[in-house]
C-alpha cells in the first residue's frame, strides 16, 4: 500500500493546475535570491517562475542563472532597461503558461503553503477572478503589510488594515475586497487577459488598483484569502534609490490615482467623486509648495499636469473600459468603497509636515507599493 502512494501523489499533483510565478526585478539581488529560495521550497509542484529583470546593473541576471541553473522551470527575461513593473509583468505573461498568473515582487518571500492553500479557492469557485494573499512584514512577521483596500468617497485608498499593525487575527477571514496588491496576488490568466493586462501607463503604482478595478467590472470579484501568507521585506525600492522614488511616488503616485478614478468609474459617479479628488492634490501640491518642499510639490502638480495633457488618451481607454462593463457602480460601490470623515483625510495630510515630505504619508498610506 505504502508503495502506491508516490504514485498517487504524483497523479495528484498532475491534476493540478499549473501556475506561472511572475517576478519584477530591478537592482535587487540579494532580494531576488531570496525570493526564489522561498518560491522553489513551496509545496505545490506543478508550477513555472518568470523573472523579469528591468535593465539591472548588479548582475541579478547572472548570479540567478548560476545560482538556479538547474531549475528547469525557470525563465528569465531580460529587459534593456527599467520600464516600470507594469510594463515587465506584461512581458512576463507572454511567457507565461499557467492557467494562473502568481505575481510577487523580488523583496518577498512565500509561506511553503501559499500556492497549496489559494489555488483551491479559486478552481472551486470561477466568479473569483484574482486573490491577495495575508501580506506579512518579513522581519516583522507579526506585524501587517496588507490585507487589502477599498476606495473612499474622494477616490483614494482605504486600507483594511494599516501597515505597521499587530496581526492578532482581526484580518483572518475571507472577504471582497476593491484590489489585490502585486507583492502577493494570484489572477487568472484568461481574466488577466480579457481585461487588457497592467496599464503600462503607470510605469509604477496604483497598478494593481486599476487592475483590481477592472476584474470587478469584468464581472468577477477579489478576494482577500487569509490562509495563504507572503512576507514583504517592505521599502527596499527607496533603499536602492531613494531619489527615483522620492519622483515616483509623487509624480506617478499623483497621474495614476486621478487616471484610475478617470477610467473606472461609473458616469454617475465620475463628477462626485473625481472632482473633489483633482482639488484634494491640487490642495496637496501647494501645500508642499508652501512649506517650501518646492520638488515635491512640483512633481505632485506635474502628475496632475500629465493627466490633462494626456486626457484624450485616458478618454478613449475610459470608453473601452466603460463599454465591456458587467456591473454597475450602483451594484459595485457598496462592495468596493468606505467613506471615511474629513478628518481621516486630514490626519493623514499631517504625516507630511512630521516626517518632512509627502513619502510618509502618500507612500504608506495612500500608494500601495
Not at 533603499?239 to 486621478?258: E, M, S
Request: proline content about 3%; charged content about 25%.
Amino acid at each position: 500500500m505504502e508503495k502506491k502512494l508516490p504514485l498517487i501523489r504524483a497523479k495528484r499533483e498532475s491534476r493540478s493546475p499549473l501556475i506561472s510565478v511572475i517576478i519584477v526585478n530591478f537592482n535587487g539581488k540579494k532580494y531576488l535570491i531570496n525570493c526564489l529560495n522561498g518560491v522553489f521550497a513551496n509545496r505545490y509542484r506543478n508550477y513555472e517562475v518568470i523573472v523579469v529583470d528591468n535593465g539591472s546593473n548588479d548582475e541579478s541576471v547572472l548570479a540567478i542563472k548560476k545560482i538556479f541553473s538547474r531549475k528547469n522551470n525557470l525563465k528569465v527575461v531580460a529587459l534593456s532597461k527599467n520600464f516600470g513593473p507594469a510594463f515587465a509583468r506584461n512581458q512576463g505573461v507572454k511567457k507565461a503558461k499557467g492557467k494562473y498568473l502568481a505575481f510577487l515582487d523580488n523583496d518577498t518571500f512565500p509561506d511553503k503553503n501559499w500556492l497549496q492553500l489559494l489555488i483551491p479557492e479559486m478552481e472551486k469557485d470561477k466568479t473569483i477572478g484574482a486573490c491577495q494573499c495575508k501580506l506579512l512584514l518579513l522581519k516583522e512577521p507579526d506585524k501587517f503589510d496588507y490585507a487589502g483596500d477599498y476606495l473612499n468617497q474622494w477616490g483614494f485608498l482605504v486600507q483594511r488594515v494599516e501597515g505597521g499593525e499587530k496581526d492578532f487575527g482581526q484580518a483572518d477571514q475571507k472577504v471582497e475586497i476593491l484590489s489585490a496588491k502585486s507583492a502577493a496576488m494570484v489572477i487568472r490568466k484568461d481574466v488577466f487577459e480579457k481585461i487588457g493586462g497592467f496599464d503600462e501607463d503607470y510605469f509604477i503604482y496604483l497598478e494593481e488598483t486599476d487592475l483590481g478595478w477592472r476584474t470587478w467590472l469584468a464581472g468577477y470579484r477579489v478576494i482577500f484569502i487569509p490562509k495563504s501568507r507572503v512576507y514583504h521585506e517592505f521599502g527596499t525600492t527607496s533603499i536602492i534609490d531613494p531619489n527615483l522614488q522620492n519622483f515616483n511616488v509623487k509624480f506617478h503616485g499623483t497621474k495614476n490615482y486621478i487616471i484610475t478614478n478617470f477610467k473606472n468609474l461609473g458616469s454617475e459617479n465620475l463628477i462626485k467623486i473625481l472632482i473633489p479628488h483633482l482639488l484634494l492634490w491640487m490642495g496637496i501640491g501647494s501645500w508642499l509648495i508652501i512649506k517650501r518642499q518646492f520638488k515635491s510639490g512640483f512633481f505632485v502638480l506635474k502628475g496632475i499636469g500629465w493627466f490633462f495633457w494626456h486626457i484624450k488618451k485616458i478618454w478613449r481607454k475610459r470608453i473601452l473600459i466603460q463599454k465591456k462593463r458587467a456591473v454597475s457602480d450602483k451594484e459595485l460601490m457598496p462592495k468596493i468603497l468606505i467613506p471615511k470623515p474629513f478628518s481621516y483625510f486630514y490626519k493623514k495630510l499631517s504625516l507630511v509636515e512630521k516626517v518632512g515630505n509627502a513619502e510618509g504619508w502618500i507612500h504608506k498610506k495612500i500608494i500601495k507599493k
